[in-house]
């Protein structure tokens, strides 16, 4: 029971002698009652009247009736935002009702050695009613004493198509460069089916599979042409509402990660981020995030697993 009932009922049972089978409910009781649905919380006016009721039973009929009206003009008002809301997403251009977040972080260092590094990442995202568009662009690069040591690009787009509550249709199309991997561009193309594993406000995880084509150019000259199977798993998780960073900063912890898994018979990757995100402001966060990659057939001058530990300032809009 919320507070204002719980503060309601004393007054409630004292006037309830008063009540008689021909009076009509009290003034103070039907205040009460207007009062908490003025509020707007709809567990308050749940509380309140159920206080009333057993106060007054001899007018539980006319109490019951003030709640059905206030549930009934709640419904309606619920189903006009919703019809409204669909109306804008229907009638929205291409480039309405984008959100997303960008996250940059870099180096800089001189003396006994020169070197400068970036990491920079866009992730866009449009929720429509049958329709979901996920773009994503990501850069690392680093320059050490003239030569480059890093150069990692990543271009992704994936729509996805509800086809039930759980279950979606998705599209891949991928673009990579990885000096370090060495390949100089890799292309694939997917679709298949996903399923909603865990749907809620405080964690969400999907998975997907599906067949893949994927070309391959390497530095090197040359070129490689296959057909795959892609899996993927992408989730998020709040693991707090809220934590104490400093002594004047309340912050919201995240945790978030996706991995894509391509397999054919000659090369298979697996491309995998975990993050941990603590936010600054209600849209400015830190993001410590660890990125393995994985090449089963990687060139002779190259590892077949690549790590790198970011740390980035992110701004959501």
């Keep these: 029971m919320t507070r204002f009932a719980t503060a309601c009922l004393p007054v409630l049972l004292l006037a309830a002698p008063a009540a008689a089978q021909d009076l009509p409910l009290p003034d103070a009781a039907r205040a009460m009652i207007e009062a908490a649905i003025v509020g707007g919380d709809a567990s308050a006016v749940e509380a309140v009247t159920a206080a009333a009721r057993t106060a007054f039973p001899a007018n539980a009929a006319e109490i019951d009736t003030l709640l059905a009206d206030y549930r009934a003009r709640t419904a309606e008002l619920a189903a006009r935002q919703a019809a409204a809301r669909q109306a804008e997403i229907r009638q929205a251009g291409l480039f309405d009702n984008w959100s997303g977040e960008g996250q940059i972080g870099g180096f800089q260092s001189s003396g006994n050695s020169n070197e400068i590094g970036v990491s920079a990442a866009l992730a866009l995202q449009r929720q429509g009613i049958d ?187």
């Design 131 to 317: 329709w979901e568009h996920r773009l994503r662009l990501s850069a690392d690069y680093r320059r050490s004493d003239g030569d480059t040591s890093r150069e990692q690009l990543l271009a992704r787009y994936e729509p996805r198509y509800t086809v039930s509550e759980r279950m979606f249709a998705y599209g891949l199309a991928q673009y990579e460069r990885d000096r370090l991997q060495g390949y100089s561009g890799r292309y694939s193309l997917s679709g298949g089916l996903g399923y909603r594993v865990i749907d809620s406000d405080a964690a969400e995880l999907n998975v997907q599979a599906g067949p893949a084509y994927r070309v391959t150019r390497r530095f090197d000259g040359t070129s490689a042409s296959r057909l795959a199977a892609l899996a993927g798993v992408d989730f998020k998780w709040q693991v707090s509402p809220a934590i104490k960073l400093t002594q004047d900063a309340n912050s919201t912890v995240e945790t978030g990660g996706e991995a894509l898994l391509v397999v054919d018979g000659s090369n298979t990757t697996l491309n995998a981020t975990t993050g941990l995100e603590a936010a600054i402001s209600d849209r400015l966060s830190a993001r410590a995030s660890w990125n393995i990659k994985y090449d089963s057939n990687p060139p002779a001058s190259a590892v077949s697993t690549d790590t790198l530990t970011r740390f980035t300032l992110v701004y959501g809009f």
